[in-house]
């Protein structure tokens, strides 16, 4: 088992919240993004390939908290 992987716990980076179409960087996890719960009510997104890039052409906005310069 590598202990060098940058992904995180859920196996990827950036996930999505497709309620409130926003990204979160879950490196960068802030106790405001509550990405538990996001999972839990099943609005979790995964991006292909799992880059802010893609979030943005999907049309999310970045979390205020964990990534920050949100247009919001
Ligand atoms: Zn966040």
């Known amino acids: 088992m590598s202990i060098h992987s940058t992904k995180t716990k ?21 106790g405001v993004c509550q990405i538990d719960e996001i999972i839990q009510a099943d609005h979790a997104v995964r991006f292909n390939p799992d880059s ?3 979030a943005k052409r999907n049309g999310y906005d970045n979390c205020h908290w964990c990534i920050g310069n949100s247009k919001r």
């Not at 859920?10 to 802030?30: F, I, M, P, T």
Request: aromatic share 8%; no cysteine.
């Open 10 to 30: 859920y196996g990827q980076r950036y996930l999505g919240n497709s309620n409130e179409k926003e990204v979160h960087d879950l490196e960068n996890e802030a």
């Open 52 to 54: 802010l890039n893609e």
